[in-house]
């Protein structure tokens, strides 16, 4: 069935420094790629999506995009800040449309 | 919109009691999602709804525990007796049918049970 595989945590790194969690999957079809994170205390969030190939999702500095040739979504920041110490997600929509599978989390502590 | 509201946001109970866990999704949201998180296992798909209709409960661990939605704007997991490996924050998560839509979660009730 679908799955996601992303690198096991935590990871620590001091502020402005160049941040990379790997994220890779096994899918039929063609699914959709999301990142959410997670902050304590709180629910997960949408943090970037892509829909097809190619695709590249962005939003408050952070990128990822959907490789199909490697199966793979990596998430990267150029500079971190203490504010974006949280678990963040990778996961896929399956093709049908229904469920979204999620991977391990990755937890991320970024000191000052 | 107030996003996807649930209550209570912490509950502690002791071992055989009946646990009941409360979500309101956001307006128009046709599909709604519970998941269980903890360290050892993640985070966890339990059960969802389409319309209101259970599709897929395969992820409910054993029959002491059953979800319902009796309408679009309401929707309950019970676990009825409780255990202490029940402990874990559990999410409610609404999104439409479209295919590419995110989910929206819920803040998540944490439940201890003793």
């Known amino acids: 069935g679908d799955s996601v595989t992303q690198m096991e945590g935590p990871v620590t790194l001091s502020e402005e420094a160049f941040l990379t969690i790997n994220c890779t999957y096994t899918?039929?079809?063609?699914?959709?790629l999301f990142w959410y994170v997670q902050y304590p205390g709180e629910g997960l969030q949408l943090l970037l999506k892509?829909?097809?190939?190619?695709d590249k999702g962005s939003n408050k500095g952070f990128e990822a995009t959907y490789r199909k040739e490697t199966t793979s979504f990596h998430l990267e920041k150029g500079s971190v800040q203490v504010s974006d110490s949280a678990v963040y997600f990778c996961?896929?929509?399956?093709?049908?449309?229904?469920?979204?599978?999620f991977g391990a989390g990755t937890r991320l502590f970024v000191k000052a | 919109d107030a996003g996807v509201i649930q209550s209570p946001r912490h509950e502690v109970t002791e071992m055989g009691q009946e646990v009941t866990l409360r979500c309101k999704p956001i307006?128009?949201?046709?599909?709604l999602f519970w998941y269980r998180q903890t360290m050892m296992r993640g985070l966890e798909l339990l059960i969802y709804?389409?319309?209101?209709?259970?599709?897929?409960d395969s992820g409910m661990p054993e029959d002491r525990f059953s979800a319902k939605m009796p309408n679009a704007s309401f929707s309950t997991l019970k676990i009825q007796p409780s255990e202490p490996r029940d402990s874990a924050v559990y999410f409610c998560?609404?999104?439409?049918?479209?295919?590419?839509?995110?989910?929206?979660f819920g803040p998540g009730t944490r439940l201890t049970v003793l």
């Open positions: 892509a829909t097809k190939a190619d």
């Open positions: 307006s128009g949201h046709d599909y």
């Open positions: 996961a896929l929509r399956d093709t049908g449309g229904f469920k979204t599978i």
């Open positions: 998560a609404s999104r439409t049918g479209r295919k590419y839509n995110e989910q929206f």
């Open positions: 709804f389409n319309n209101n209709v259970p599709i897929d």
């Open positions: 899918a039929t079809g063609y699914p959709s």
